[in-house]
T-cell receptor, first 113, second 112 residues
Framework: AQSVTQPDIHITVSEGASLELRCNYS??????LFWYVQSPGQGLQLLLK??????LVQGIKGFEAEFKRSQSSFNLRKPSVHWSDAAEYFC???????????FGAGTTVTVRA | SQTIHQWPATLVQPVGSPLSLECTVE??????LYWYRQAAGRGLQLLFY??????ISSEVPQNLSASRPQDRQFILSSKKLLLSDSGFYLC???????????FGQGTRLTVV
């Protein structure tokens, strides 16, 4: 069965500083990997996804993620955070061809001025 | 363009009362539809998915049920709510060959 671990429950970062959110997955085949962001009281918005090819994936809002098969990781990064990046971030893994996704527990990001 | 609607946005229901949450999709045909639940402090858990009218698969045994009476309508129901049914419920759709699932705005359910 597939599963996702997000080791950091809460991260606080200063505005303008870099951000890295960790994600480790467990899946027996080549995974489909996703990062979603959820603003308070809102649904999920897809930041980026990895299906195949280049292991460094660029997403919206200046985010990128790197797939490392040897480490079973898909960490999300942003070089310089903005106050609007304060939200909850979810990593998810799925199988080829469907969206029965397994989500991590999420990481809440707080941005301080 | 495709859109997804969920309602209501928030709901407070007493224990033992029935539940009906509705999700509709516009601008696409024959979508795959999903219900997820986010319990407090936890990630999203897939509850049900549907690949067509009347076709429902349950991922987790529980107090809830789902139905798909129309191609673009997905309903989450319960006959008698439990306190543990509280959470944030999200509907999602995708078209099988797509590379992205789209989520609704969610329903915050509090069972009291």
């Amino acid at each position: 069965a597939q599963s996702v671990t997000q080791p950091d429950i809460h991260i606080t970062v200063s505005e303008g500083a870099s951000l890295e959110l960790r994600c480790n997955y467990s899946y027996g085949a080549t995974p489909y990997l996703f990062w979603y962001v959820q603003s308070p009281g809102q649904g999920l918005q897809l930041l980026l996804k990895y299906f195949s090819g280049d292991t460094l994936v660029q997403g919206i809002k200046g985010f990128e993620a790197e797939f490392k098969r040897s480490q079973s990781s898909f960490n999300l990064r942003k070089p310089s955070v903005h106050w609007s990046d304060a939200a909850e971030y979810f990593c998810a893994v799925g199988a080829h061809g469907d969206y029965k996704l397994s989500f991590g527990a999420g990481t809440t990001v707080t941005v301080r001025a | 363009s495709q859109t997804i609607h969920q309602w209501p946005a928030t709901l407070v229901q007493p224990v033992g009362s029935p539940l009906s949450l509705e999700c509709t999709v516009e601008g696409t045909s024959n979508p795959n539809l999903y219900w997820y639940r986010q319990a407090a402090g936890r990630g999203l858990q897939l509850l049900f998915y549907s690949v067509g009218i009347g076709q429902i698969s349950s991922e987790v045994p529980q107090n809830l049920s789902a139905s798909r009476p129309q191609d673009r309508q997905f309903i989450l129901s319960s006959k008698k709510l439990l306190l543990s049914d509280s959470g944030f419920y999200l509907c999602a759709w995708e078209t099988g060959g797509s590379t992205e699932a789209f989520f609704g705005q969610g329903t915050r359910l509090t069972v009291v």
